[in-house]
């Protein structure tokens, strides 16, 4: 059982690492576990929907139902969340220091490894709206 010392030593010392009090510590907080932001939902909202609406427009003919649109939306997210994966891979691999893994420093290509997850789910997301396209 705690002494009035250490309760009153704990009390005191969860007033002071509760965490940040600011809007701007709490922002900057927030990015703390930030890696490469390919686990949100969708990328950025106004810049993917263009580039989906850029890249879903020659895939379209003037008559298509909503069936397809919706179709051909997800496979052009798809892709492009595939496009993502590339541009984040190609980051980590230009980090990786080879003297490093050679000296049994494996941190980085686990890092590396753990991209797979996110590239197998975006190509299951990609075939699944292909074949809702035929």
């Known amino acids: 059982m705690a002494s009035e010392k250490q309760i009153a030593a704990n009390r005191a010392n969860a007033k002071r690492s509760t965490g940040p009090k600011t809007a701007a510590g709490k922002q900057i907080a927030s990015r703390n576990a930030f890696r490469h932001g390919l686990s949100q939902l969708e990328p950025s909202v106004s810049s993917s929907a263009a580039m989906a609406s850029a890249f879903a427009a020659p895939l379209l003919p003037d008559d298509a139902t909503e069936i397809r649109h919706a179709a051909v ?9 595939l496009a993502r994966v590339c541009v984040v891979r190609a980051e980590q ?16 290509l686990k890092r590396l490894a753990s991209l797979d997850r996110y590239e197998r789910y975006a190509l299951t997301r990609r075939r699944k709206a292909s074949k809702s396209l035929r």
């Open 93 to 108: 691999w230009d980090k990786i220091k080879l003297n490093d893994v050679l000296n049994g420093d494996t941190k980085q």
């Open 73 to 81: 939306r997800e496979f052009a997210y798809a892709q492009i969340e």
